[in-house]
């Protein structure tokens, strides 16, 4: 065995690895029924619709909307082959483990083609690892999981100066969220900095001609009330010096996981697009590290590590660094959890939530809070409690224990809001579901 051939199957191992750790953490988290957004259902019934050969509708945002109305991630529709084979929230959920792995596989190899196998497979380690990656799995399936794999390619690319690859692997950004056509934007501008004046320039216009045609055409074309959504979340200078100290802390740790070993590459300012629209942003979550908008920066500040280290060998002394960083962070990480007993017991409501669930008929609709909504996407047509407008659904399931501020009394509120008789059929643990009574019963 050659020593590539060493350094691919190490890759591997490490990005299956990292597959299975994450596939369980975020298994299980499913299956404990945590509580986390309402994203992966609205991922899911987008994707449930480009299954069926159907636009992207997700009636969580609005009965019949368009979810290109709402951000522009068409890409996401390479889902929907395997959840026609495999319908499950699950399937969505090890989508996105699938596609950090095969990031994590790209940046491995890298790290020990360029730097050997130690120091390589360090880094590899370090990105599989990152808080960024962590916290996107954590937050359960979202679009900007297609940018991981595709923003390691490129930076593999520009580190081997095959520029002409930078490009065809960058371009797909422009399909994963309107917000990353300034990325595109971006990678023209290194390309242009490293000598490339021709296809640099070229793909800095493109990225910014595309997020300008998709953020004042496209979507508003799809959206109800023709404008886009987002456009009031940047509180530009306004915002920009609010929450500083979380912002600094943000940027030291984005860069902090690499040893600072990142900033000695051009490649680095790839990763200022992201940082700039989640600080000038109002929305006080944007600006820390959970959730998933850090993900996008993960392979591109490791990438700019592996091409400042191969270009100043004495930098070698951060890869250290950056895993006693990586290393704290580990606790109280979701990969911590798996590593305590606690994780495999069966939490307290799961019988009563299992329970509900199973009264609930396979094609009904319903409207229901965030509480249980990852779980029932598949199999009924589910509405969002804040966003069903006149819309009468069959049955109304609440989680009112949560502390996600649910009406208490689900059959007055659901008699109040759509009109007609419903009656309780389950309430348990705080989990109550009503259904509609039959007009002539």
Known sequence: ???????????????????AAYAAVTLLRFGR???????????????????????????????GYNILGDH????????????????SAQTVLLA???????????VAVLGMRRLGTAVGLAIGVAYAVSFGVQSAIEADFHEVAFAAPLLALAGAAYV???????????????????????????????????GDRRRGPLLAIGGVVATALVVLVVIPFFNTAGSYAYADDGGLLSAAFDGLGRK???????????????????????????????????????????????????????????DAIERRPRLRWTVPAGLVVGGVLMVGSPLATLVDSTTYDEPPRAHSARAVLTMVPEGASVETDIGLMSHLVTDHTVYWIGSIGDTVPDYVLLDVLAGIGSPVDVEAYAEQAHGGEYDVVFDEDGFVLAARRPPNR
């Open 96 to 106: 996105q483990v699938v596609l950090i792995a095969v990031s994590i596989h790209v």
């Open 33 to 63: 029924y945590t509580i986390s957004s309402f994203d992966n259902a609205i991922f899911e019934q987008a994707i449930k619709s480009y299954a069926h050969l159907g636009a992207p509708v997700v009636d969580i945002k609005a009965p």
């Open 160 to 194: 081997d100066r095959r520029f002409d690859r930078v490009v065809w692997w960058s371009l797909p950004l422009l399909l994963v969220k309107e917000d990353l056509g300034v990325t595109v934007a971006a990678i023209g501008i290194v390309l242009w900095l490293s």
């Open 1 to 19: 065995m050659t020593a590539t051939h060493r350094q691919r199957l190490l890759a591997a191992l490490v990005a299956l690895a990292a597959a």
């Open 72 to 87: 522009f991630s068409p890409i996401t529709a390479l889902v929907a082959p395997v959840y026609r084979l495999v319908p």
């Open 248 to 306: 600094a802390a943000t940027v030291l740790l984005t860069f902090g996981v690499t040893g600072l070993a990142a900033l000695g590459s051009p490649w680095a300012l790839v990763a200022v697009p992201t940082l700039l629209w989640r600080f000038t942003g109002d929305v006080p979550y944007y600006w820390g590290t959970d959730y998933h908008y850090s993900l996008v920066l993960m392979p591109i500040v490791f990438v700019a590590a592996i």
